[in-house]
């Protein structure tokens, strides 16, 4: 080595060997336990990293002291080249490791100490100028190394810093873009299912009226013949009405709108309602039937659940075709989960993450309405997420599943609470404003309420709902106005809430207000919700919109009905 041939005549060569072996001894050390530390998985060196980090310093202070060693035993006063060499060697030693271990400052420092102060002795004992000088170069050496260590070592750690948020970020980046990808996918397959489900009702019920249409033209159309075309459309729009709702509820959902009601719910009493409604089910089927009581209670909203529990064993009922179906009760810790079983037909394992997806139907292919819409385990998952309830499947194919929910359980309460108070349905007819900027919409809608004993006052617009009622005013009919129906989207941009707000201006009180809308986006959802205003969702059944307004007539104060104002031109 270059340091020994320099040092060949001052330093004997016993020493010299002796100094050579040591280092290159060390050396190699070094080079085996750095061998052995990239042999280790990334989890050993994540758990043993400190006792890696002390192996190495170790290693690295014993072969700063070797360097060390050399500004002691080589220092030769009398030679002042040799002097001046050994300074150099030192220097360049004590600043070359500050890269390869300012990583670990305490390294660092350690190393600098065992390669200065040897040489700094040495200093501090001569005597002369020249070792004061040396002396002084050796501390400020000692001081600016120690900074610049400093300093690299904050721009390793925040160069590491930077290197893991950006594999984060990156990791993110490729999770969010994953999930597009995949909500891309799953939007384009709802879209085409329920495009698929909505088509064939509404191809069906052409056909029906086509078919009632050229009755019609041959002459009087047979009551047989109307009632069964009849009972045959109103089933094709139920199925429609049902699988609008379906849609409607996972928007919902989605848009975060659904409020939870919680309070403590009795199971016996659930599952007794449940018992009672599937018994029918059961017996048409050949079906065993089983309900595990239980008297404990639960802390969730009844309503809910009583969805989420009528969905799964629909399911299980659906797909059973021998044996049994089964619901009942298994305490766990501070909770409870409720467990629907049967022995149906069962899941492959790599579907039973797909079954929660919307129109995903394993067993039916041919998407046949009659065998469900495919939006049941979908609109399970999303209120068991809501409530904070996990819901679980277990299945094995041919022989059957297991669809649970995990409660919290409470305690009983001590005394019951009192039943909610419905609405009674309003017995004095009033005044409806109607407003739809569809033509055969509002006059539907104008000739059904006329027909239930309402007056009312129907226009395209607020606008001309507002001429409708000055036109009553004016022939002396003193019209009154209980409530406001309209459609959401209405003509020139405007909205629903936007003609309620100018026909309660008008009117000069806040009249109770209904909107109707075939939108079910979650952002719409959400507006309409924020307005305060009820939203029913078309296709809306008679029935439904007859129990609607007289329910919001039903709780109007029993002054309700105001006369609108004379308008004089």
Known sequence: MPVAYVLRDLVSWDLLLSWGAALYLLTFARILLDWRYRRQGDEGRTRDWRLWAWRFTLLSWASSGLWGALGWFAFHPDEPQTLAFICIVITGIASGAVPSLSAFPLAYAGSLVAILLPFAIRCFLGEGPIYDTYLIFTICLFGVDLYY?????????????????????????????????????????????????LRQPIHALSL??????????????????????????????????????????????????????????????????????????????????????????????????????????????????????????????????????????????????????????????????????????????????????????????????????????????????????????????????????????????????????????????AAAARTELEKAARLGEAPVVDLVITDYRLEAGKTGIEAIREIRAYLGWEVPALILSGDTSPARLKEVTASGHRLLHKPLDAVRLKDEIEALLAERPGNAAREVRTVTR
């Open 149 to 197: 260590s400093r300093v690299t070592h904050r721009t390793l750690a925040e160069t590491v810093r930077l290197r893991f948020e950006n594999l984060s970020l990156i990791t993110s980046l490729q999770e969010e873009r994953d999930k597009a990808q995949s909500a891309d996918r799953s939007k384009s397959r709802f879209l085409a299912a329920a495009s698929h489900d």
């Open 208 to 461: 029906f009226i086509s078919t009632l249409a050229a009755l019609g033209r041959n002459g009087d159309v047979p009551a047989r013949n109307a009632r069964d075309l009849a009972d045959r459309a109103r089933s094709v729009v139920g199925s429609l009405g049902g699988l609008l709702d379906a849609l409607l509820d996972i928007s919902k959902l989605d848009a975060g709108i659904v409020t939870v009601a919680r309070e403590p719910v009795s199971l016996r009493r659930l599952l007794s309602d449940l018992k009672a409604e599937f018994s029918g089910i059961a017996k048409d089927q050949g079906l065993g039937w089983r309900v595990v009581m239980t008297d404990i209670w639960v802390d969730t909203d009844p309503m809910m659940l009583k969805r989420v529990l009528d969905n799964l064993l629909s399911n299980a009922f659906r797909y059973t075709s021998t044996g049994t179906v089964l619901i009942g009760c298994r305490r766990r810790g501070a909770a409870v989960e409720v467990q629907v079983w049967d022995t149906g037909v069962g899941i492959p394992a790599s579907e039973q993450e797909a079954i929660f997806e919307e129109f995903v139907q394993l067993q039916n292919p041919a998407r046949d309405r009659s065998q469900g819409l495919g939006l049941g385990l979908a609109i399970v998952q999303r209120t068991a997420a809501l409530l904070g309830h996990p819901v679980k499947v277990v299945s094995t194919e041919g022989r059957g599943s297991m669809f649970s929910i995990t409660l919290p359980v409470v305690a009983s309460p001590s005394l019951a609470k009192p039943g909610r108070a419905h609405p009674t349905a309003a017995t004095q007819h009033g005044g409806i404003v109607v407003i739809d900027d569809e033509r055969d919409a509002l006059d539907a809608t104008a000739l059904l309420l006329r027909t239930l004993g309402y007056a009312v006052y129907a226009g395209r617009s």
